[in-house]
């Protein structure tokens, strides 16, 4: 039975987050963790999606102003993708933001996940910028209460 939780920093359960944000999101790109860049996410809002003990999906709230939160790090298993379970990070993610109070949740979407924020009713804000090598939009949604 998978569930969504919240995820505390430096437990077992983070540990196996980076892995899998590791493999879905760096590693094809070429890229690591350093020990700062994961040192930052101590005061974020770590989001897991497991399957018992085993986490499939991941995202990061980072508050970026008073009224926006920004969406980071969200990845899903290979095995998932495409059946469902990003969405329901989403929505799980856009309930604790709404409950923390903010109105907006933003990202930096990769071009390919474009698509996929667009059917979960984010709209593209900007241009197409480059971010860790790719093309990325900048992509948000209101949050109505």
């Known amino acids: 039975m998978s569930q969504l939780r919240i995820i505390e920093f430096g437990s077992c359960d983070y540990q196996a987050m980076i892995a899998l944000r590791d493999k879905i999101l760096r590693k ?3 890229l690591t963790f350093s020990p700062e860049y994961l040192q930052q996410e101590i005061n974020d809002v770590l989001i897991g999606y497991f399957d018992g003990t085993t986490i499939l999906g ?3 709230l980072s508050p970026s102003t008073e009224t926006t939160v920004q969406l980071r790090q969200m990845a899903v298993d290979d095995s998932l993708q495409g059946q469902g379970a990003g ?3 989403l929505a ?3 309930a ?3 409950t923390a109070g903010f109105t ?6 990769r071009k390919e996940a474009v698509p996929f924020y667009l059917k979960n009713g984010y709209t593209v804000r900007g241009e197409e910028f480059v971010e860790v090598g790719i093309p990325h ?3 948000y949604k209101v ?3």
């Open 137 to 139: 939009y900048e992509m």
């Open 87 to 89: 969405s329901k990070i």
């Open 96 to 98: 604790q933001a709404r």
């Open 143 to 145: 949050l109505s209460p």
């Open 28 to 30: 094809p790109l070429g």
């Open 104 to 109: 907006e949740l933003m990202m930096h979407a």
């Open 58 to 60: 991941c995202c990061i």
């Open 92 to 94: 799980f993610a856009e």
